[in-house]
């Protein structure tokens, strides 16, 4: 019952397609004390497989730095194509503060472990999201831009100039981007209605993008199969734009089009204070700690 | 990261005022491994402590059976008066399952305990709850009915032979009943009103006593130093009758009265399920399982 730290990281490996591969890069993360693999996912048509793992951080640190020591050596990305935008082998590598930790701890393990990557694998990183060393940085689409194929000009830029490895892209592995981030919560609520340009309209009036909700990513989607749409989001910080507020948001937009929501859902994994902090909305529970929770002090 | 069972043990003692015989009670539940001790609250008025333990089911009973001694050593029944109902030294002591532990199990661990509690001691003891012999000895009011005073001569009744021990009552200890149980949720509700008696109203046709949902106890209660009142709930299973549902009943009530709800409150523990469930209600979402709660997944 000690106040174990705990990080998740998600790294994204750009192999989406051979399975022996897959097994390879995902291997590190098994059967090593103090890390828990909890997920692989592969996209054929992104080739891409997202990873991921929780545990101690030095742990967790010491297994990706071996596994993007396989991918470095089985994917070469002069060969590879896939629709999902890419830079690098191993194409971002985020460290997630998810128990007594915190997001300060988690910058500094994301600088530890880019720092070490950098040297060992000679690979440029670019430190992304809250590690990021200037507001351009911050957004990781910001520093994708070009994809690998652009990075070789890219990168002789001054403002581009790596954070950590050489200023020359690795010839066969890119790039790679590094940092610490908040949980991400994949919540997409569902519209009574097959018109697609009404979620498009609802996403744009409640994303951050254009003028909505500071946390909140959020585009149109069809549910073909079951002939509706939904505003598909990523939350990326429940903490200041909680999940109740997208939620409600969306119902008032909505309206406009007569259109109601019918139900939602939540892809992958939620921090348990993204839902407790929705359930203490609209029960109006005043004076709520988590604390309260049983499960927070069996565990601490 | 074992799968560890952890059991929640909340006894209650009759001594609420002789903080050096509370100390003296409270101290097997200290220092020892497996065992975490919560919370320990005394009320004057009740002459009762109340004590909340979590921990590995034999370290918890082991630790129990200790205080049990203790508590018989030092509490003399014969001089005890309170505002609270009471029948024994250990008045009650429900275990309940909380984490990779099933009901049975806990039922199990309730009669373990109260075979050897009542073997060490010469304690007469009830089986309650969940592990109750009969359906009248469900209810705990119900086998405490006459309390202490009364139990000498209900205790030879064919039909209040005590489960474990002798046929006789304790002459100091008293009588004891021991069974597993629900965690509790105590959630009450705010009213917009500072009229008591639209509390009661509602509070009755919640409640399950009088027809109202069937694992929900309540009673109106006056918060005066707000001016308003509310209807205080005692959820005695939040996975068969869900907060969420108290909660909508409650305002349904409310409406005939004119009267809005304000706001609620949860006092003490709450299991982390109970609100996730609420949560879901509420943003209606589809297909939700536990499992995708990251600290489930971290726990194992």
Redesign the interface.
């Known amino acids: ?1 000690a106040m174990t730290k ?1 990080v ?1 990281c998600v790294p994204n490996f750009s192999e989406g397609r051979d399975l022996e591969k897959i097994e390879k890069i995902v291997n590190p993360f098994r059967g090593k004390d103090g890390v ?1 693999l ?1 997920d692989y996912s592969r996209d054929v048509d992104h080739n891409r497989v997202v990873v991921t793992v ?1 545990g101690e951080p030095q742990a967790v640190k010491e297994a990706m730095l071996e596994a993007m020591g396989v991918a470095i050596q089985v994917i070469d990305m002069r060969n590879h194509k896939g629709e999902h935008p890419r830079m690098g082998a191993v194409d971002v590598v985020p460290f997630i503060p ?2 007594n930790m915190t997001m300060t701890e988690a910058v500094e393990l994301s600088k530890e472990f880019a720092k070490e990557a950098a040297e060992r694998y000679n690979v440029p990183i670019f430190l992304y999201e809250k590690s990021a060393t200037s507001p351009d940085r911050e957004n990781l689409a910001n520093i994708r831009k070009g994809e690998f194929e652009g990075m070789f000009e890219k990168i002789k830029l001054p403002e581009w100039k790596p954070d950590f490895g050489p200023q020359e892209v690795h010839p066969t592995a890119g790039v790679t981007a590094v940092g610490a981030r908040m ?1 991400l919560v994949a919540f997409n609520v ?1 519209l009574g209605t097959n018109n697609i340009e009404i979620a498009n309209r609802i996403a744009r009036n409640v994303r951050f993008l254009n003028g909505g909700l500071r946390y909140c990513k959020a585009i149109g989607v069809e549910l073909k199969d079951r002939g509706i749409v939904q505003v598909s989001m990523n939350m990326t910080d429940y903490t200041k734009t909680a ?2 507020r997208a ?1 409600e948001l969306i119902k008032v937009e909505a309206r406009r089009y007569g259109v109601p ?6 892809i ?5 204070e993204a ?6 909305y ?7 700690s988590m604390d ?8 601490e």
């Open positions: 019952m705990i998740e828990k909890l929780v998810v128990k949980p569902n999940l109740y939620f929501v019918v139900g939602s859902e939540i992958g994994l939620v921090p348990m839902l407790i902090d929705t359930a203490v609209y029960l109006g529970i005043e004076d709520f309260q929770i049983l499960e927070n002090r069996i565990m």
